[in-house]
């Protein structure tokens, strides 16, 4: 098999990167010097029988089977199982709604959240992949649970600093004292803003070149090193789920897209998934583009109860544009439009309120005495959405988070508490502060400076 290689996502524009960079200085650039994000010049397909071979194998089994597709250029079999065996460590269950519907838990990491799958691996990347003499510093912008994932996963990892960015007021109590305790080489600063203003002062900070010495790298989904860990574990429940290649459909509650992303290049693999329904709440740009043909971000996004879904022009659409022969830029402008037609095949989008959000954690606990935090109530509405449409088929929605996470929620309208998992009780002894700071870039430099 080739090398798959990796591009700019505005490598058509003018003056755009046009270089096809090896996924080690892609993964280290974190954005293209363009602003553009890295894409895999190709995506490697897996066999049929490949695919029904994965039933009954591990988690970590089936991640080096996927992972190894795109990354044995770059690392042997040996480090890969290592960095596998080291990242997961935690399990998905999954539970049965009814003969046709499943809930994909994939909040059993040591942050209670989705994002554990991308960020455990990802930190034992790049620890395995830098240079033992380098230091480099990783900026990330989150909503919510991302940055407590990355910075849990690269706590006390030697020669890498962290500084994690937040909007002050947008964030749950449970989110902010996750991101606030993790100290030792991890530093959060909470943001006078929305999450697009830290994620826009994160992009400011890898164009400014007087920061080339701080060697910056991002560990949000911008960096294509967290989309591709995201794609294994579709393979893995399909496996568990599905029966004689039969396909399958998955609802997954969408911010910034990555993880939908993840799901859109298994389906690419040959992974058969008959739709992606990306779930919003109500930052509704994409369900509007698809229904519309014209893009407008939201600005400033939109507050929900699903607040790590609070993004009103999601990064990763510069991904799923370029996979549809398109090109959309980070300030969500248009420079070739996509094939909507295609889109509309393989990809569904809803938007669901608040108020609805809220109905669907009661339905889902007075039916099935299960507790959904808001996002996956998201998903669950959306799927609840296409079957108006469509005929009832196998279908998993991705509970992204532990309902623990959202407690003043959960207990106002069910009016019981979520069991506390055992890696929060942990980090809800630990102590520590946050920087608090304006919506400022010249601010933020000079606290990357000191």
């Known amino acids: 098999m080739k090398e798959i290689l990796y591009c700019s996502t505005n ?52 991640a080096f089977l996927i992972l190894r597709k795109f990354l044995k250029h770059e690392l042997s079999d040996k480090d890969l199982k290592w960095i596998i065996q080291n990242a997961y460590y935690f399990s998905i269950p999954i539970e049965k709604l009814d003969e046709l519907t499943y809930l994909a838990r994939m909040d059993h990491g040591p942050t209670a959240s989705f994002k554990d799958f991308a960020a455990q691996f990802m930190a034992k990347l790049m620890y395995k992949l830098k240079p033992k003499n380098r230091k480099i510093t990783i900026l990330v912008a989150t909503s919510g649970d991302t940055g407590s994932a990355i910075g849990e996963a690269f706590r006390g990892l030697g020669g890498i600093e962290v500084f994690i960015l937040y909007p002050s007021m947008e964030v749950s109590s449970v989110q902010k004292k ?22 826009r002062l994160v992009k400011q900070a890898f164009a400014d070149r007087s920061l080339k010495h701080l060697n910056l790298t991002s560990a949000n989904s911008i960096n294509i090193g967290r989309i591709l860990p995201q794609i294994a574990y579709y393979f893995y429940i399909y496996a568990k789920i599905a029966e004689n290649y039969g396909k399958i459909i998955f609802s997954i509650p969408s911010g910034n897209f990555g993880n939908s ?26 369900p509007r583009f698809l229904s519309s043909g014209q893009y407008e971000k939201i600005e400033p996004s939109k507050a929900c109860i699903s607040n790590a879904m609070n993004i009103g022009n999601p990064s990763n659409l510069a991904r799923y544009f370029d996979l549809y022969k398109g090109n959309l830029d980070k300030d969500g402008i248009i420079h070739k439009m996509p094939n909507i037609m295609k889109m509309k095949e393989n990809l569904f989008s809803v938007s669901i309120t608040d108020e609805e959000t809220i109905k669907t954690i009661k339905d ?35 509970e992204t988070a532990d309902p623990a996470k959202f407690p003043e929620i959960i207990i106002k309208e069910i ?19 946050t920087i608090l700071m304006g919506n400022d870039y010249k601010e933020f430099r000079k606290i990357l400076l000191k």
Do not use: W
């Open 415 to 433: 009016g019981a508490r979520p069991k506390v998992p055992k890696s929060m009780k942990i980090i809800g002894k630990r102590k520590g502060k």
């Open 364 to 398: 889902i606990y007075k039916k099935h005495s299960i507790i959904l935090e808001p996002h996956g109530a998201v998903g669950i509405a959306a799927l609840n959405h296409y079957r108006k449409q469509h005929k009832k088929t196998l279908s998993v929605c991705m």
């Open 11 to 62: 490598r058509n524009q003018k003056g755009g990167f046009r270089e096809e960079i090896g996924f080690k200085d892609a993964f280290f650039m974190g954005l293209a010097p363009d602003n553009g994000l890295f894409m895999p010049t190709y995506i490697p397909k897996i066999p049929k029988s490949e695919i029904l071979a994965l039933k009954g194998k591990t988690y970590a089994e089936t």
């Open 178 to 199: 996750h991101m606030d305790t993790i100290g030792r080489n991890v530093r959060t600063i909470a943001v006078e803003g929305k999450f697009d203003d830290c994620q």
């Open 261 to 286: 992303l993840g799901c859109e290049i298994a389906r690419r693999m040959g992974l058969p998934v008959g739709k992606i329904i990306i779930a919003v709440n109500e930052n509704d740009e994409f």
